[in-house]
């Protein structure tokens, strides 16, 4: 295998606007340079008062010069969403898609991976932690890459009109094999400059991606588990992989309860174990979190409450169903890091089972809920009888902050810090996994 270019999704509109620093050729041969714009308009693209059916531009010379993109939205649906100018290296292409503009990146798989693992986390992290980091990244895109790739939502209707179950994972974007943002993995370019070890740690691990069975591992990774693992198929299909297993965030606490047992799932959030994740060092959650992912703090352990009116309001709105007044939350099913797979939410004019784990957290919050790793707990008024059973409040009690499967990144950032070889990460949250080079 030779190395591979990557096509990456950018931003979509019906304007994109853009620019070059230095001279780029468009595919038609012009030589531009400056800002720039294009426009769709029925089912083309509007360039320099030409029409196009696609558009793309290249640097005039081999240099380490880029194009920018303007108004990238950053954490989609996340509560830090927001708007940024974005450097990008390699190649501008401009398409048309559903009926707008899709900006498109094509760049080489090592330069890609260097500005992922500079957005993902923070490029001062240790060495180590940027080579786990970096294998893992490459692992997950070089598997889907042959399973193709797009964000879409799966529905199970096992008893109809009781229970509504999705999951959210990848498969075919139509026209690039990745999304820029955390749907995907988080690529924001050179627009957050990377440093020599971060260059180093993809250098350094040129080619290698984690393997099973002959395979190439759906390497998936969160930012905290919580201080447990969640296996795959609690999250998305019901497909188990080996490598992707329960068990501890620590090397000292091997001992996981079982937390598919509601008793013991409610004494592991309530309380805080030992774990790689179980943290609070500021300088090791600023390796690991950027200036925008640290406005997100109490992730190990968290509690949000919410007002019978804000809770029954917040539900109606998110998931499109007017349940009424929200009488409970009860845990049905739980994974084995203690998150919840499905979820019964009870109303005065509507009971729902609803799961999975993304959908919950859909569901419970204006953004996304830190995981679906919690309990509950409510309060009542002293009022007139008949209200008596009609909570005040709502409680959520959590652990973790996302999905809890594969390698922890918060949890991976302590194990670096503390002398351990990249290697050592990676068999840790991925166990029976091994590394091997695909190209050089």
Not at 144 to 163: D, E, G, I, M, Y
Not at 233 to 255: A, F
Not at 331 to 343: A, D, F, K, M, Q
Not at 352 to 360: A, H, S, Y
Request: with cysteine; charged share 25%.
């Amino acid at each position: 295998m030779t190395e591979p270019q990557i096509v990456v999704g950018i931003l979509s509109g019906k304007e994109i606007q853009f620019s070059f620093p230095d001279e780029f050729i468009s595919s038609d041969g012009i030589a531009i340079s400056g800002i720039q714009q294009a426009v769709y308009r029925k089912g083309k693209i509007y360039w320099q008062e030409k029409e196009y059916d696609e558009l793309s531009f290249i640097l005039r010379q081999n240099t380490s010069s880029f194009f920018e993109l303007q108004d990238v939205t950053i954490g989609i649906n996340f509560h830090w969403e927001r708007k940024e100018v974005q450097r990008f290296k390699g190649e501008l292409k401009i398409i048309v898609e559903d009926d707008k503009l899709t900006a498109i990146n094509i760049i080489s798989i090592e330069d890609y991976l260097t500005s992922v693992i500079s957005s993902e986390m923070s490029a001062t992290a240790s060495l180590e932690l940027l080579k786990a980091h970096a294998v893992i990244s490459r692992s997950w895109l070089l598997n889907k890459l042959r399973v193709v790739n797009k964000l879409r939502a799966h529905s199970q209707f096992p008893t109809p009109h009781s229970q509504l179950i999705k999951w959210y994972d990848h498969e075919a974007h139509k026209n690039f094999d990745v999304c820029a943002d955390d749907h995907c993995q988080r690529y924001q370019g050179i627009t957050r400059a990377s440093t020599p070890q971060a260059v180093e740690a993809v250098s350094a691990t040129r080619g290698e991606v984690l393997m099973y069975e002959g395979k190439i591992c759906d390497a998936r990774f969160s930012k905290c588990c919580g201080g447990a693992f969640e296996e795959f198929q609690n999250c998305w299909e019901n497909v188990r992989h080996p490598y992707l297993i329960g068990q501890r965030d620590s090397q000292t606490e091997n001992k996981l309860p079982d937390l598919t047992v509601e008793a013991e799932a409610d004494k592991w959030i309530r309380t805080s174990p030992v774990a790689f994740c179980n943290t609070q060092d500021k300088k090791i959650l600023s390796q690991v979190l950027n200036n925008y992912d640290q406005e997100t703090a109490d992730f190990y352990r968290w509690k949000v409450s919410y007002s019978q009116e804000e809770l029954s309001e917040l539900i109606h709105k998110r998931s499109d169903i007017d349940f009424g007044k929200i009488i409970d939350l009860i845990p049905i099913e739980r994974g084995t890091s203690g998150r919840l797979v499905r979820l019964k939410i009870v109303g005065t004019l509507r009971t729902l089972t609803i799961g999975k784990e993304l959908e919950i957290r859909r569901t419970l919050s204006t953004s996304h809920l830190y995981s679906s790793a919690f309990v509950v707990d409510k309060e009542y008024k002293e009022e007139e009888e008949e209200e008596q059973e009609i909570p005040s409040r709502f409680i959520l009690t959590g652990a973790g902050w996302g999905h809890g499967v594969g390698l922890c990144q918060i949890g991976a950032a302590v194990m670096g810090e503390q002398g351990y070889k990249y290697e050592e990460i990676l068999s840790h949250y991925y166990p029976g996994s091994t590394i091997e080079r695909q190209y050089k």
